[in-house]
């Protein structure tokens, strides 16, 4: 689920083994809905990640980052990231398929 705010009740069900990715593409991060993103998702067990953002992914302790697909400059060494801290992200052909795999994607 793509989130680029904190609302209270994001979901209301019970859902479990869900991944939230916060992106705010179209105005300055906000830390405080980041803030609250990471409680709540903790809370209810959640997997959180932040989009095309590592010193945020890492301050806020997220559980890694999602580079998207448009994104073909980002590429990580895993060499300075916590063993658990994944790096995810979304491709639509063979081409982004192999950019992702070189930018250390899972």
């Known amino acids: 689920m793509f989130v680029d705010k904190y609302e209270k009740n994001i979901l209301k069900n ?10 705010n593409y ?13 409680s709540y998702c903790n809370n209810k067990k959640f997997k959180f990640y932040i989009s095309n953002n590592l010193r945020l992914a890492i301050k806020f302790k997220t559980d ?9 400059r980002i590429t990580l060494s895993r060499a300075n990231l916590d063993k658990n801290f994944k790096i ?19």
């Open 26 to 38: 179209s105005k300055k991060q906000n830390e405080s809905d980041i803030c609250k993103l990471r």
């Open 14 to 23: 019970d859902i479990t083994d869900l991944g939230i990715i916060y992106r």
């Open 64 to 72: 890694g980052i999602y580079i998207p697909s448009f994104n073909k």
């Open 88 to 106: 995810i992200g979304s491709a639509h052909n063979r081409m982004e398929i192999k950019k992702k795999i070189d930018q250390g994607c899972e």
